[in-house]
């Protein structure tokens, strides 16, 4: 198989397949710093080579929520997530005003009723780019997903940036979906135990096998292992020895077997119990 040359090398294939369960297959296909992006097609059969078989592709805003319904349609092994983007919501608000907010929620929410969108994201709450300005928008929009979600019984997938407390107030407040994942899991121990206690899942990407993200691996530690999911948030955050790079699903092996080593669990276990977590976590597909 041939891969651009900014992109790594196939790892040793898992023993088990597992899913990626959140990447953006339509920004690998377009392209990334310059660079040539992996095709859809590619992107599927480098993950298949290497035991990730399944995809969960996501949306951050109604264009890429339309595609990840057509990529969902055209591939059997893709299902999709719909929703706008934390910080896209006042991004629209404060660029083209309250009107084309509201379409836009519109459009996601109709996006959602698809038989291939198996969950409501990402969304949630993002103070890292969001100045308080926008907060309010923010958190309405977060607000209306939770909502969503409730109403289909579609699992609900947050993206949490410098927001924890933030989180867990508002969903406190609104009460969770039956189903709820914490994408690119990014808190310490103590936000693994107060998320997992309300039942959530954790999905770990690259980021946990950065030499300096200790306090994420004590995070990882303290997750119930029926918890634990495993992602790449494609093209980004591709997993070390290869931070920096281009990021793919196909690099999903370096991390969990990370994840395996860290808890000192058996790498074929570990794969399984991934994967079953996967399909606990957004239904059979």
Known sequence: MTLPVAYPPLPDPLPSPVIDSHCHLDIGAAGRDGERGLAVDTALAAGEAVGVDAVIQVGVDVASSREAVRIAHDWAQVVAAVALHPNEAPRIDAEHGRPNLQAAWQDIAELATD????????????????????????????????????????????????????????????????????????????????????????????????????????????????????????????????????????????????????????LDEMCQTVRDNTFEAFGAF
């Open 115 to 266: 038989d291939r969108v198996v969950a409501i994201g990402e969304t949630g709450m993002d103070f890292f780019r969001t100045d308080p300005p926008g907060r309010a928008v923010q958190e309405e929009s977060f607000r209306r997903h939770i909502d969503l979600a409730k109403h289909l019984d579609k699992t609900l997938v947050i993206h949490d940036r410098d927001a924890h407390a933030d989180i867990l107030r508002i969903m406190d407040d609104e009460g969770a979906p039956r189903r709820v994942v914490m994408h690119c899991f990014s808190g310490d121990a103590a936000f693994a135990e107060a998320v997992t206690q309300r039942g959530w899942f954790c999905s770990f990407a690259g980021v946990v096998t950065f030499k300096n993200a200790g306090s994420l691996r004590e995070a990882l530690a303290v997750v119930p292992r029926d918890r634990i999911l495993v992602e790449t948030d494609a093209p980004f955050l591709a997993p070390m020895p290869y931070r920096g790079k281009p990021n793919a699903s196909y690099l999903i092996p370096w991390t969990i077997r990370l994840m395996s080593e860290h808890l000192s669990a058996d």
